[in-house]
């Protein structure tokens, strides 16, 4: 389990389930190895291409690949959970640090994305605090202007290119997505919306034509 050290960390399923459970139990972050992320990226990814024993073309679902994608989806959600878990902590920080005008020992525990993430809270809080709470406290007209905004319709259309619109040629059974997720099964002429890289390999395979 992790603590307060900066130690090495295997990473497995069982001690992905305990950095998971620390970070439950402490309301402060637990100190994590600065390779976190990559040594967690290098265990998934050595799951997946065991998965796929190296053929991500071999797409389709078998008995003992569906178990198989079930524990690499449930890897994934501990994973997840790991990081909102520790995002809802930074993000309470930044608001503490803006309410007293201090940072937190707790800074030092954070990764570097972290730490750029905690930062840019900061800011943000910050000029949200003082152009609509300060100016109506003032009764000053509100004022918000972060430097970074996200745009929704930009979004849209990075999600919408990750996607082909195709049309079935020949029947295809249930298959595995790139997020792993099962699709199908399709019928002759069935016109679906799938992941790019899944379209591609339909398309190559002959058994879908991109529309």
């Not at 307060?4 to 990473?11: A, G």
Request: no cysteine; hydrophobic share 40%; aromatic share 8%.
């Amino acid at each position: 389990m992790p603590n307060n050290k900066d130690e090495e960390i295997t990473i497995t399923y069982e001690s992905l389930f305990d950095i998971l459970r620390s970070e439950k139990k402490n309301l402060t972050l637990q100190k994590l190895p600065k390779t976190f992320f990559d040594d967690v990226l290098k265990y998934m990814k050595q799951k997946y291409e065991f998965l796929f024993k190296n053929n991500t073309e071999d797409i389709f679902v078998s008995t003992d690949k569906e178990k198989g994608l079930r524990e690499l989806n449930n890897l994934k959600a501990i994973v997840k959970e790991i990081i909102e878990r520790r995002i809802k902590k930074i993000s309470d920080l930044a608001i503490i640090s803006v309410k007293t005008k201090s940072h937190s020992s707790d800074v030092e525990n954070m990764l570097d994305e972290e730490k750029l993430l905690f930062e840019n809270f900061l800011k943000s809080l910050q000029a949200y605090h003082s152009g609509v709470i300060e100016n109506l406290m003032t009764f000053s007209k509100v004022k918000y202007h972060p430097d970074v905004q996200t745009s929704a319709e930009a979004q849209e259309n990075v999600e919408e290119e990750k996607f082909l619109m195709v049309r079935i040629l020949n029947p295809v059974p249930k298959f595995i997505g790139p997020d792993l997720k099962i699709y199908g099964p399709f019928i002759e002429d069935d016109i679906v919306k799938l992941p790019k890289k899944i379209a591609e390999v339909l398309i190559k395979k002959k058994r879908a034509e991109l529309l």
